[in-house]
Nanobody, 125 residues
């Protein structure tokens, strides 16, 4: 059984930076993993994904500003966020599972089984 716990959220002014961490318990080394975000009344959107091979992909809205990484030894997933904008305000979740062949965690989000409880990021203008 895999459990995911996010941390690192908070309030920051536009242009600032935050680093989110997702601590995993259980085996995740072969899983694809991703960061997702959601605001009230809106559907969840994929932010960044990383494969078991370390390949990464990003939503266009965060490309160049966010960096996803994973440390298999520590069993953690990290999202470094810089140049934050008010529209980045959301609850951020990490997720993990086996991804169908050829799909990223963002593309496969509806079949990912393991999710964290979320951490709030608020960016003020």
């Amino acid at each position: 059984q895999v459990q995911l716990v996010e941390s690192g959220g908070g309030s920051v002014q536009a242009g600032g930076s935050l680093t989110l961490t997702c601590a995993a318990s259980g085996y995740t080394a072969s899983y694809c993993m991703g960061w997702f975000r959601q605001t009230p009344g809106n559907k969840r959107e994929g932010v960044a994904a990383i494969g078991s091979d370390g390949s990464t992909s990003y939503d266009d809205s965060v490309q160049g500003r966010f960096t996803i990484s994973r440390d298999k030894a520590k069993n953690t997933l990290t999202l470094q966020m810089s140049s934050l904008k008010p529209e980045d305000t959301a609850m951020y979740y990490c997720a993990a599972d086996y991804c169908p062949r050829g799909l990223t965690a963002i593309q496969a989000q509806h079949v990912l089984y393991y999710w964290g409880q979320g951490t709030q990021v608020t960016v003020s203008s």
